[in-house]
């Protein structure tokens, strides 16, 4: 029998199909034969395998340098201590948005053809996303960012490409006179409250703000964003960690950052928070709204807050690349179009997740008869086989409404969508809990995780023995 940790490694999701190293991993052994440079770097295990550092900056940075240049001419550099991003997971955001612009989720309103606009929020010295975004795919960018180390490099990558140099615009965030300068945030004068971490779930996020409602800290996109400017889509590499002590956790990588690129107050989910109600205000300014996010847990908040104000859709993947996962969130508040979501933009058809620490008196059967009554209380249909341990569940746009009243809101969607939930004993006291959407091109598709994450916690909630770190994600 396989192991848990092989099975879950067989069930994540691929590097995204479009991206050029979803089939041809870097080979670091080439690399190093062409560019020797890079060759000091690599060394070779015991079986042969060329590896490199991955705790050693000089040698991601370098890897970094080598790949933008073999594989997409793109001339790079970054100074010491600056973010240093990976190539294969940053074009997997890249490839993400490219399916997004691509779906007929939401009407296409451009005139000009297909000159794509985005707009990257704090782009940092790499500039990575708006040399990949002109490169690959000839799109158009403005590149925010507020300190200036951040500004002379990113604007030096560009124009060390001049190919590509037209397309890109590095603009300063100007902060207004109220903002603490990064100097004073690394010195920890923060006006923020410690708990910025128990985000509220009403529908005004409360950070700590001036006498005249502004934030304290640079804008993000309001008064970045130009009267009369719209865009196709915003993107953004928030800083995750809510201090430099936290950023530093992680042994296993060492990619540099600044503290500006690596801190918020609130963390990740109180800068997002940020953009999310930035959106509010800009609306249709953009196509789409999108971030990615480090952590899972912050997904369902953020989920939740999106509906809360009322985006049009919602919709999440999750980007993959060796072992670091990271997950995407976009939102928009253009009317959705009568149309097929693309099968790239869609959530995932197949769903599961582990019941551990399973109460003794309790067996799959139990697990299975919760299963029904959670669909039934929002009035779906649902038939019970236990000979073969499924339910068979059948719900409308108003079903789904009632089931994410609990938590959160539905969108304005009308259609239903039919799934199987199998639940299977795996070793004593755990079981698999499987939900299969039955047709993929619902336009509720993108519910499904979403009542599948509401189903999890009712399940874990009543069957499974409080174990530490039993919910960690």
Partial sequence: MPSKKRRRKEGRPKIHPKNKYSDNPPDFALLASLYP????FVFYSRDGRPKIDWTDFNATRELTRVLLLHDHGLNWWIPDGQLCPTVPNRSNYIHWIEDLLSSDVIAKTKSNGDNVRGFDIGTGANCIYPLLGASLLGWNFVASDVTDVALEWAERNVKNNPHISELIEIRKVKCPQNTLTPEELNNGESVYSEEVEGLPSSSSFDTPASEDGSYHGPPILLDVVRDGESFDFCMSNPPFFES?????LNPKTSCGGTYEEMVYPGGEKAFITRIIEDSVVLKQSFRWYTS?????????????KLREVGATIVKTTEFVQGQTCRWGLAWSFVPPAKKIISPHVTEKNILSFMLEGLQHQFGAIHVLQSVESFFHTGGASCKLNASSFTVDITASTDHCNALLNKGVKDLNEVASFSNVQEV??????????KGSLQHRDSPLSGLFSSIFQELEEALRHKFCREKAGANSL
Avoid: C, D
Avoid at 37 to 40: G, L, V
Avoid at 424 to 433: E, S
């Fill in 37 to 40: 440079s890079f060759q000091p």
């Fill in 244 to 248: 430099i002590e936290e950023a530093g």
């Fill in 292 to 304: 990615m996010v480090g952590r899972k847990v912050n997904l369902k908040f953020l989920i939740s």
């Fill in 424 to 433: 299977f004993q795996q070793i004593p006291g755990t079981l698999l809990v």
